[in-house]
């Protein structure tokens, strides 16, 4: 049970009940679409990248409190920095999921609360789809839309 | 409501689950912290010590390849191949052992029947009939042979329970596709269609049937003689046997027509480069080395289920599911998928205030072992207009405890997530 409130912390599941910018972004020229097809979970993010930098990001889809919670997290940490800083973030991100001693990771800032998903390794997908998505996205350039696919 | 309350005491009507489950190494007292409550059985069904004891004594003591030595384990080996395949047909109701063609399990059988029945008889404009129950299994292997030819796969609807609607099923027969795969249970909803008037249908209208009946012997008797059908598919492992190994049935005139599913040793009769001839069914379908002990270990789990008193077994699954059923629709905010009058251990349901992995990870976290998906039935999820269920799944040797497991986890997904 502590375990499980480790997972499920009051942020996560204020994030999935009300999920922030959630939709499609104003005049968006980047977008992708995540998928993972084991558990159905679906989302789409967009962004308006302009000089590097994001200036808007939402994402709409629908999926677990876990994946609906990251992906709302993660339009809020990534919105008005720049990709670099956004790819950076999810590469910290990552290691927080995966790694038994992560190391230094920095501010994560309230992703932190995910680090909860370490001891049920079969959701860190859930809680990276939205990030494998943006980075899809951010890697496709102007005005392009991709899938991508957790398996 | 009295979400913990226990569940009723149970009529045990001849049938003592503790005494099956003393049988399960899996199920030794202590071996899980909290208990394990292992409702993931239309998934896969633990196994008894007597079918590991048998795949045991293979290895240890007489183990060898099928139909190629002449030394005496070699023979001894053969005798206890083909003795799990007269098991198994006899278990099925076929009258004839070589209408049994072992393979991987009821996807290979299913898909050996789309290669060498359906696919020579398929022309462009000619449809497949399945149902919207449907595994993906008995879906794709279809749609891809009718891709190579310009056939389509139709669909036969059900209704708001879960219930193949057969007038419905009768219109699309009058349409003369060139087969009907049908289920006999469904995996996600437990609905159990009633095959021996759907053959009937089947067969007035001209139409072969092929049954995926995985989900179908873990619960009662099959007989396909009786059924009527034309092909039957059944895996081992979701019966108490090993994975890896399940079996066709043919009737024997349609495998003694069709030519071989994969090339290679031991399905041939003779092989020059100019020319080979096959041999006759089943050997034919069994290219190269087969599943020897997994097939032993199948004809051990058939033996075992054959001493088993399943019509006592199916009133003790009922019992627990109708328990779990009443428990469960009282409930807040939790509804029930497929409620068909006719269904096996099965309840498939959603939350309100949860997703399915969410209630499946909570489950989990209690010792309850469920599935959550889409169940490999995607179309059939659309069809109720949901994601994905949490699927709790009952065996014979699934006990009210269990049950309670279950209620106890459900109400603690309420707590965490319900506002």
Request: aromatic letters at 6%; a negative charge.
């Amino acid at each position: 049970m502590s375990d499980l409130r480790e997972l499920y912390q009051e942020v996560i599941l204020d994030h999935s009940r009300q999920p922030r910018n959630f939709g499609a972004a104003a005049e968006a020229n980047r977008g992708a679409r995540g998928d993972n097809p084991l558990c159905g979970d679906q989302l789409r993010v967009s962004l308006r990248v302009r000089g590097g930098m994001v200036e808007d990001v939402a994402f709409e889809g629908s999926g677990c409190a876990i994946s609906m919670a990251s992906a709302s997290l993660m339009t809020q940490a990534v919105k008005g920095h720049t990709v670099a800083e956004a790819e950076e973030l999810f590469e910290r991100f990552h290691r927080l999921l995966t790694e038994e001693e992560p190391g230094e990771l920095g501010d994560l800032g309230k992703l932190e609360v995910f680090s909860g998903v370490r001891e049920f390794p079969i959701r860190v997908k859930c809680a990276t789809l939205a990030w494998h998505t943006l980075h899809a996205a951010l890697a496709r350039g102007d005005d392009g839309e991709v899938e991508v696919s957790t398996e | 409501m009295q979400p913990l309350a226990q569940s009723q005491s149970l009529p045990e009507v001849g049938f003592d689950a503790a005494a099956v489950r003393a049988g399960f190494p899996i199920f030794a007292p202590g071996r899980f912290e909290p208990p394990l409550a292992y409702l993931d059985n239309a998934a896969s069904a633990q196994k008894p010590t007597v079918v590991l004891e048998a795949v045991d004594r293979f290895y240890r003591g007489y183990y060898s390849n099928v139909h190629r030595g002449i030394h005496p384990i070699a023979a001894r080996t053969d005798a206890a191949y083909e003795a799990a395949r007269r098991k198994v047909a006899d278990w099925l109701g076929a009258a004839r052992a070589d209408e049994i063609v072992f393979v991987r399990g009821a996807t290979e059988a299913l898909n050996l029947v789309a290669r060498s029945f359906l696919r020579p008889r398929l022309a462009a404009g000619d449809h497949v009939l399945v149902s919207e129950l449907e595994h993906h299994s008995n879906i794709v292997p279809w749609q891809i042979v009718c891709e190579e030819v310009g056939a389509e796969v139709r669909a036969a609807p059900v209704n708001d329970r879960g219930e193949l609607i057969l007038e419905e099923l009768a219109q699309r027969l009058a349409a003369g596709p060139k087969l009907l795969a049908v289920t006999h249970v469904s995996n996600a909803l437990g609905s159990v269609v009633p095959l021996a008037t759907v053959v009937e249908m089947a067969h007035a209208a001209g139409v072969p049937v092929v049954v995926d009946g995985a989900q179908a012997v873990p619960h009662f008797r099959v007989d396909v003689a009786e059924l009527g059908c034309d092909f039957y598919a059944v895996s081992g492992h979701k019966m108490f046997g090993p994975t890896g190994i399940g079996a066709l049935y043919g009737r024997r005139e349609l495998l003694a027509a069709m030519p071989p599913y994969q090339g290679g040793g031991s399905m041939i009769r003779s092989v020059s480069f100019e020319k080979t001839t096959y041999a006759p069914p089943p050997t034919r379908f069994e290219a190269g080395t087969p599943h020897v002990a997994g097939a032993i270990g199948y004809g051990a789990a058939v033996d075992w289920l054959a001493g088993v008193d399943l019509e006592a077994a199916a009133v003790h699954e009922a019992a627990l599911l109708a328990d779990a059923t009443a428990r469960l629709s009282a409930v807040p905010g939790l509804r029930i998928i497929g409620t068909a009058a006719h269904k096996v251990g099965v309840l498939s349901f959603v939350m309100d205030c949860a997703h399915p992995h969410d209630v499946g990870t909570v489950l989990a976290a209690e010792g309850v072992a469920v599935r959550a998906g889409h169940h490999c039935a995607e179309p059939l999820m659309r069809r109720f207009g949901v994601p994905a269920t949490t699927r709790a799944s009952f065996a014979l040797y699934n006990v009210p405890s269990d049950v309670d497991a279950l209620v106890r986890g459900v109400h603690k997904v309420r707590e965490i997530f319900g506002r």
